[in-house]
């Protein structure tokens, strides 16, 4: 027997360590796994603050032979009061007659068509500070028989030559460093109070500890001064920020804090009177009245807060349209960011009642007949079929002219229309999810008051199911806000310089657009590293946009599904 | 009831049915652009090729494989009516059913020579199936008779209509033979420069290559992510976990590919770096390649694979996790025993479905992996992808109706019957495991 003992000790104690092993092993694995997310998430996000391109311009270096030299620079390095943005362009002329060494400063305005020319003599030069206007040529005249030599000592390089043909392809212009940010806090310190107040709410309402609530007892009876005080607070708030938009956000905080703090004294108070002590934390939840509203505000308030940081930054990148291939700094994701707001209203007016027809159709009213079958397996697999295919079929489609096509062109127009057909399945599955969570019991209540089937639809499902609708629309437009690849079939182009004209394919007019992932697409392709950290700001944009989609989304569902049960 | 009574009683399921109908047509409107405009490309490859020009001619159909074809379709009914087809008394057909030994030998003999002497396979393998059918007719005409149990396996059925399908596509097609031979059988894929060779392999290969490396890296970490959430994770750690997951579902795959460029592309060139010097690999390594292409794009699937997972294992009940670890077995065997195999369906649905997704994959591909179609082994050199030569064909000047722009839709629909399948198959598996719990 005990040899039988000693067996199985060994082999038990062999299985705890293949047991530890092995589930050591398969969380490191998860770990491994998560943290290969972490790390992704990190590296999308962080190299993406823009430094400007930094280090070594090389000099452009000519000798004049002739009595006429040209130089001309691309981009202007002042701003409009005249002052210079950038280091000033200047060029060190010398040449051997009396070894005469002369310093002439060029600053290029934004104006067009400004000409200056700078004559060389004896006595060295006619001026010593020159303006010329963007894009315009520059001559240098000489009278002298001896060489000049030219040598640019700071600035940006010249993009030409003396024969006129480009020097460098491209270049980078220390100009307009994406983030701007002139110091200073970007929230007042009363509104940093605000927002302090309204987190600790937050936490006091979702994890209440007793010795807190104990203090609060004490202001039972005087919700009264509470709610003054929080609302005298938010009026000096607005006051003292001059009714910028982050002081009203903070006011709005203010209110919603002073009306979380009456609710809780009157939740503590309802607890205590119903007999429970203030230690039982856990009943707190069921006292509190419209807990769960209170809260969805504060969080929906808090996330929208965040959002409005950029605004108090100038960011050029954000309001500039797209200027030229020579100047990647000074431009922007304006026209971008309006082509993804009206393709993304385009596809979200075509699709969202097909699809939610299709739903309540599929959930609702068909029996399960050969079609319906049909089309539900149609559903599940076009939400699986390459975005890339639809984009084909928008192409033929939409876009082309003849046949079954309709003719748009490459416009706006038809890119929402491409969009909403790629965003049709995703929300006819969402829909039929959010139909199906409705419970039966609610429509049987309804058929037997007297309800045809469209009234119970219409009434009594719909309403139930439209908070589950709701998030799968948004989780489906953030998806389609983000996908380039249907939109490069359907021809969206890189270089806009103007707004884009959102009917533009049915009336005629300028058809071109572009999307934030198309310029992302674009500038990612371009050689010059430049190009790469603008790529890396319009990511950044996009990810936040889509963050602030996706959380509604979850918030919204987070709270119906914790009043649904 | 007339039409338009029915109209006006049911006027809301009228237009929500005419709601869902619109999945059909956007479907119909998929299928009919690509295969019309690739059907134009395969016609105008074989018309630009001198192989013959193209008109609705059937003549195909008359040749050896159509009779094969036809063949194929006479021992489909054959099969379809052999369980109704009922002699109970001895007739004159009994000679035909049942012949002398010999005759049958004689018969097998010949299928084996004629062989060697048709000079279409279809239609010898036809031969063999008339064979085969006439053998299982007469068994069933004799089970008849004894009064026993007819077996109900469609399979051979099912067989022969494959195989009548098969003869019909290829006396159909026969006259673009040579343009679908060059399309999928040949490796040289260059459509701009002259001669132009239409050789989809070359881009088929870096699918491959793209698409299996993503699942290589994205399954294990998948589903040890899924696990690791599901079996052993705090509660807490779920709740952040789950939404952040469904955050990374959500980047955009432009800004993955635009990582893969600017911070993937140069580490994989390092490594390339170290086989070169080693020798392992004969070229120098460049900054877009597959294997570059592979570690984004399953980054990409990571979340989709655990997240399906995980739902796959939550899915499985939780008595049976309980009788596992009451029969005194550990975590661990209650892990890979017990839940593993309950929802290995769900875990394989999940696979599949990466899989579609990785193949369907377009602008993280056409910024990590390049836009050179070349087929070769050496994953460190710049290849192309079909979705990446789509977007890449696209994105120039094209006139509508030119060969180059009919290109895209013969490769479109390759993808996009790719990613049917597995999609279909995917689903299958997933509602089959749906069904089980």
């Known amino acids: 027997m005990k040899d039988i003992d000693n067996l199985q000790k060994r082999s038990r104690k062999l299985r705890d360590f293949a047991e530890t092993m092995g589930s050591s092993g398969l969380a490191f694995t998860g770990l491994v796994g998560l943290l290969f997310l972490a790390i992704l998430v990190w590296q999308i996000t962080a190299p993406t603050f823009i430094d400007g391109e930094s280090g070594e311009i090389p000099a452009a270096n000519e000798f004049i032979t002739e009595s006429d030299y040209e130089m001309e620079w691309d981009y202007p390095n002042t701003d409009s009061n005249g002052a210079l943005t950038t280091d000033a362009i200047v060029l060190e002329i010398s040449w051997d007659g009396g070894d005469e060494v002369h310093e002439l400063q060029i600053n290029i305005i934004s104006e067009r068509d400004i000409y200056e020319d700078v004559y060389i003599n004896e006595s060295g030069l006619s001026t010593n500070i020159v303006e010329i206007g963007r894009k315009t040529k520059f001559h240098l005249y000489s009278s002298l028989t001896e060489v000049v030599l030219v040598i640019q000592n700071s600035g940006p390089v010249p993009s030409a030559d003396e024969t006129g043909k480009p020097l460098v392809s491209s270049f980078v212009i220390e100009y307009d460093i994406a983030v701007v940010y002139d110091g200073g806090l970007v929230f007042e310190p009363l509104e940093i109070i605000a927002y302090a107040t309204l987190i600790f709410l937050v936490i006091i309402y979702r994890a209440p500890k007793s010795n807190i609530l104990e203090f609060m007892h004490k202001l039972v009876g005087k919700e009264r001064m509470v709610l003054a005080i929080f609302y005298a607070l938010a009026l000096v708030t607005t006051i003292a920020g001059g009714l910028s938009v982050p002081s009203t956000l903070a006011a709005l905080c203010w209110i919603l804090a002073a009306r979380m703090m009456s609710a809780l004294i009157k939740g503590i108070e309802r607890m205590l009177h119903s007999g429970r002590k203030l230690s039982e934390v856990s009943r707190l939840k069921h006292s509190i009245s419209n807990r769960d509203g209170l809260l969805m505000w504060s969080s929906m308030l808090l996330v929208t807060s965040t959002l409005f940081i950029p605004l108090e930054i100038y960011i050029p990148f954000l309001t500039e349209r797209y200027q030229d291939i020579f100047s990647p700094y000074s431009s922007g994701i304006r026209a971008a960011f309006y082509g993804t707001i009206w393709v993304m209203l385009i596809a979200m007016i075509s699709s969202v009642p097909i699809s939610v027809g299709a739903a309540i159709y599929l959930e609702e009213y068909a029996k399960p007949t050969k079609t319906t079958k049909l089309i539900q397996a149609l559903v599940t697999n076009l939400a699986g079929v390459p975005s890339i295919v639809f984009g084909m079929f928008g192409l033929a489609i939409f876009v082309k002219q003849g046949g079954i096509g309709w003719g748009l062109g490459p416009s706006i127009l038809a890119a929402g229309l491409t969009m909403g057909v790629m965003a049709m399945p995703i929300i006819v599955l969402a829909s039929q999810e959010a139909l199906r969570s409705v419970p039966r019991s609610l429509r049987e209540s309804a058929y037997g008051v007297g309800c045809t089937q469209w009234q119970v639809t219409k009434d009594h499902v719909l309403p139930s199911a439209m908070p589950g609708i709701m998030t799968g629309s948004i989780l489906a437009m953030s998806r389609i806000m983000g996908e380039a690849a249907p939109l490069v079939v359907v021809g969206a182009t890189a270089m806009i310089v103007f707004d884009p004209e959102p009917l533009a394919g049915l009336f005629g007019g300028n058809v071109n657009f572009t999307v934030i992932p198309i310029q992302i697409y674009f500038w990612t392709s371009e050689p010059d590293p430049a190009w790469h950290a603008m790529a890396a700001a319009a990511s950044i944009s996009l990810i936040a946009l889509l963050v602030a989609m996706n959380s509604i989304a979850i918030v919204l569902r987070q709270h119906f599904r914790r009043r649904l049960n | ?437």
């Open chain 2, 1 to 437: 009831m007339s039409f338009l009574e029915y109209l006006k009683n049911n006027r809301a399921r009228v237009i929500l049915f005419l709601t869902s109908f619109s999945v059909i047509l956007i479907t119909l409107g998929i299928i009919q652009t690509l295969l019309f405009e690739s059907i134009n490309f395969f016609s105008e490859l074989a018309e630009s090729r001198g192989w013959f020009t193209f008109d609705w001619d059937l003549a195909g159909i008359t040749s050896g494989t159509g009779i094969a074809a036809a063949i194929f379709l006479l021992v489909y009914i054959a099969e379809l009516l052999i369980t109704k087809f009922t002699i109970e008394q001895e007739t004159k057909l009994d000679i035909i059913l049942f012949p002398k030994q010999f005759v049958i030998y004689i018969a097998a003999a010949l299928l084996v020579v004629q062989f060697f002497v048709l000079d279409t396979l279809l239609m010898g393998v036809a031969f063999v199936f008339v064979f085969i059918t006439w053998r299982r007719l007469a068994s069933a005409v004799n089970k008849q008779r004894y009064g026993m149990q007819l077996s109900d396996s469609t399979l051979w059925r099912n067989i022969s209509l494959g195989f009548f399908l098969i003869a019909l596509a290829k006396s159909i097609t026969m006259n673009y033979g040579g343009a679908l031979g060059e399309f999928f059988l040949t490796t040289n894929w260059n459509p701009a420069l002259k001669p132009v060779s239409f050789g989809v392999n070359s881009l088929l290969l870096t699918t491959l290559q793209v698409a299996f490396g993503a699942l290589i890296i994205a399954v294990p970490l998948g589903v040890g992510c899924a696990i690791y959430l599901s079996e052993y994770a705090p509660p807490r750690l779920v709740a952040v976990v789950k939404p952040t997951l469904e955050l990374l579902a959500g980047i955009p795959s432009v800004v993955y590919g635009f990582f893969a460029f600017i911070y993937i592309g140069p580490l994989v060139v390092e490594l390339g770096e170290y086989f070169y010097a080693n020798g392992w690999i004969d070229e120098p390594p460049n900054v877009l390649n597959p294997i570059n292409g592979a570690i984004v794009v399953g980054v990409m699937i990571l979340p989709l694979i655990a997240s399906m997972s995980e739902d796959a294992l939550r899915a499985v009940p939780n008595e049976l996790r309980e009788g596992s670890l009451a029969l005194g077995a550990t975590k661990i065997e209650t892990t890979f025993k017990v839940m593993i195999q309950a929802s290995l369906s769900g875990i394989i649905a999940s696979i599949i479905l990466a899989l579609s997704r990785a193949v369907g994959e377009t602008m993280a591909v056409t910024l990590a992996v390049g836009t050179v179609a070349v087929f070769t082994a050496n994953m460190f050199l710049p290849a192309q992808t079909m979705t990446a030569y789509i977007a890449q064909r696209v994105g120039g000047d094209l006139p509508f109706g030119e060969i180059g722009y009919l290109t895209i839709f013969a490769v479109g629909l390759y993808l996009f019957v790719i990613t049917l399948t597995l999609n279909l198959i995917g689903n299958r598996v997933l509602a089959a495991y749906r069904e089980a719990y």
